[in-house]
């Protein structure tokens, strides 16, 4: 196997992934006659080497397996994925993203396939609580409070820390078929949406969530890091200052 390049689920770091990293195994499943044909599982497992994760994720694969001249399995054809650990594709979001919106975004994903409707319902309850958290707007309906974001990019006073590019992002997934109704309605009323359309609103508020929480916390830490030193330069100054005069 060949080396590849991969990024933990657990701690987010990218790395080249070796062969002594890497567990594959394909097997045969033999139950005799059944409505699925040739069957067989996959089994993938992939060690993190960051030494303050070293966490496992796990992957299985079923489906029709496809033999060779010596009985060997050559392919599977997948029929059903499923994430062993961890549960979903979510990613770790950091501790200054208010908790109710982070547990709202990882609770849609992890049933975003077994249940896209509920996922969907959740990401868009998750979109109006960054919206009043992050951009202190509140309505009764989550299409009014875009639609006032919109407005105030109009008349020339968006919100801080908020691109119009985002705001566009945000408008086009409103359109997109069943999310346009969800935004439309009360975010408690469930509708039914494709597991596509819901990993389309997940993936929504992942770049929001880099956009407007991460890199305002990257913003803070470089003025804090510019006043620091600029106050360290000022002590220095003055105890220069001071012993120039004794």
Sequence with gaps: ??????????????????????????????VGDNADGDIGGRILAIGCSNIE???????FIYGNIQYGKNHDIISIEEIKHIRVTPESSAKILPDYIPAPIAQDYY??????????KASATLARRCLQGMIRNFCSISKSRLVDEISEIKKRFDTGNGVKGVSEESVDAIDAVRKIGNIGAHMEKDINVIIDVEPEEASILINLLESLFDEWYIARHKREERFAQVTRIAM???EQKRASLSTSQD
């Design 1 to 30: 196997m060949s080396e590849f390049n991969w990024a933990c689920p657990f701690c987010n770091r990218h790395q080249t992934v070796s062969e002594k990293k890497c567990h594959v195994r394909d097997y045969g499943i033999y």
């Design 53 to 59: 994760c070293k966490k496992v994720e796990v992957r």
């Design 107 to 116: 609770e849609a994903c992890r049933i975003v396939n077994l249940s896209p």
């Design 232 to 234: 360290q330069k000022e």
